[in-house]
């Protein structure tokens, strides 16, 4: 929330992709967990504007701008904020359908279709398969390979108008030394492929 809405008093007209497993739309009425990590689309948008915690949030992110890629497991409440609010999204079934490039240009043709708004990219390491970032808090089977999560990093390099980036949800205290090491090593490459690292 903090990242975004920095985002958004830089860049008023900025749209936002949002790589997960989870759509974090609910709001503190259609929650299940109780979790706020499940609710922050949900005040960013503006959708929810009762906990007093968050009435600092002052620009509200319309849900055109907003897209989301990889999702596998959103709750029926999400579902029906995704569904009444027009919010796009690419869910694993997509991925699989059309391939992870036709993914990006679409997602990028709804939110950003003359490609000149800037971008923030919020990549939660969940939205990888938990074979590629086993280190972090709600891991979903059937997530994105190791290079579907990179190459829509560097497809957002690749337009140029990328102004921000969020690695979210490494979390170095959930499992063994190895498969920390390779989650905050998947997390790093993420950051250095969405600034520019390609492969040649
Ligand atoms: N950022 C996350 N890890 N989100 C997981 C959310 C899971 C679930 N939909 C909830 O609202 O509790």
Known sequence: MGTISGTL???PDA???WVDAHAD????????SGNIHGMPVS????????????????RYLPANRLVYIGLRDVDSGEK?????????????????????G??????LDHVNPKRDLPIH???????????????TGTPVRGGLTFREGHYICEAINETGLLVALDIMEVNPSLADAAAVAQTVAVGNSLARAALGESLL
């Not at 739309?25 to 299940?32: A, F, G, H, R, V």
């Not at 005040?43 to 002052?58: A, M, R, T, V």
């Not at 029906?80 to 992870?100: P, Y």
């Not at 036709?102 to 997602?107: G, I, R, T």
Request: with cysteine; proline share 4%; hydrophobic share 40%.
């Open 9 to 11: 008093a830089h860049y």
């Open 15 to 17: 749209c936002v992709v």
């Open 25 to 32: 739309i609910n709001t503190p009425q259609t929650t299940d």
């Open 43 to 58: 005040f960013l948008l503006g959708l929810d504007k009762s906990l007093s915690e968050y009435q600092w949030i002052n």
């Open 80 to 100: 029906k904020i995704l569904r009444e609010n027009g919010i796009k999204a690419f869910s694993m079934h997509e991925v699989d359908k059309f391939g992870i």
């Open 102 to 107: 036709k993914v990006v240009e679409m997602a």
């Open 121 to 135: 990219l919020s990549f939660d390491v969940d939205g990888l398969d938990p074979s590629v970032a086993p280190s």
